[in-house]
């Protein structure tokens, strides 16, 4: 029962991320207008905003014009979802473990909203760093840990943008990628610095070797900061650091 509990609440929350993910980067009001169809303007009533099931029973269309429904917004309430699951199996009921949902969270906003925008809102890597180091004593990590990792992430990060804006005279990548490392390396610390940069590097390759194989050509903008995201919690996610010194020690 608790660990249903915990998904619902999880996916509830993934619906208020796409809200935010929509709305922000035009300039909206999440509050006003109310939820409603961008196709037909209708207004949606609550049954249509229930997480999971609406998207399911309206088989991804609006109930008015059958309007078709992107399916990431099913794939972000499920990912909340699991976000507030694995959070609550790893800390349990916890201050760390909603601290711990709330940096997954902030870094899927970001992640939706870099994807479509190349930008990450300050509101996800300012308020994040703040939070992050303002919350480590409440967290098993610790301040040091926390401001190490905060100075590592966002320093190297700062030293590769200064490279190509100085020497190169281009923009390597977004200064909002700093501002994320920073952020990340102040909930994980250093060790979540290293995930970031290795796992995201990876995935980032994946992700972009059809398109180089396919055009023949690497010569496109991608933006950097869902791999990061993606790479930090994957590093939680097989405790990295566990499976890399058990390498070593071996």
């Keep these: 029962m608790e660990w249903g509990i915990v998904a619902i609440l999880g996916a509830s929350f993934g619906s208020f991320y796409n809200v935010l ?4 980067p035009r300039g909206m009001s999440i509050i006003s207008p109310p939820s409603h169809c961008p196709a037909c303007k ?3 009533r609550w ?11 309206l088989r991804g269309k609006c109930a008015f014009c059958s309007y078709k429904v992107p399916i990431r917004y099913l794939l972000v309430e499920l990912f909340s979802a ?3 699951v694995f959070c609550y199996f790893k800390w349990g009921l916890s201050l760390e473990s909603v601290l711990m949902f709330v940096f997954f969270s902030l870094l899927l906003i970001g992640s939706l909203i870099d994807f479509e925008t190349f930008t990450i809102p300050d509101f996800v890597t300012l308020g994040g760093l703040i939070l992050g180091i303002l919350s480590s004593p409440l ?5 040091v840990d926390s401001l190490a990792g905060a100075l590592v992430g966002g320093g190297a990060f700062l030293a590769i ?21 920073a952020m990340i390396g102040s909930f994980t610390g250093v060790y979540g610095v290293f995930y970031a940069v290795l796992l995201g590097s990876i995935a980032g390759l994946i992700y972009a070797l059809p398109m180089i194989l396919k055009y023949k050509n690497s010569q496109f903008v991608l933006p950097y900061g869902p791999f990061l995201s993606l790479g930090v919690f994957l590093g939680i996610l097989i405790d990295f650091k566990r499976f890399l010194f058990a390498q070593i020690g071996a």
Excluded: C, Q, T
């Design 139 to 143: 967290r098993s990590s610790g301040f």
């Design 47 to 57: 049954y249509h905003n229930v997480p999971v099931i609406s998207y399911i029973v």
């Design 21 to 24: 993910a929509y709305r922000l």
């Design 161 to 181: 943008y200064v490279f190509y804006i100085k020497v190169r005279k281009m923009e390597g990548l977004g200064f909002g990628d700093v501002k994320l490392m």
């Design 82 to 84: 699991f976000l507030a």
């Design 42 to 44: 209708n207004r949606l």
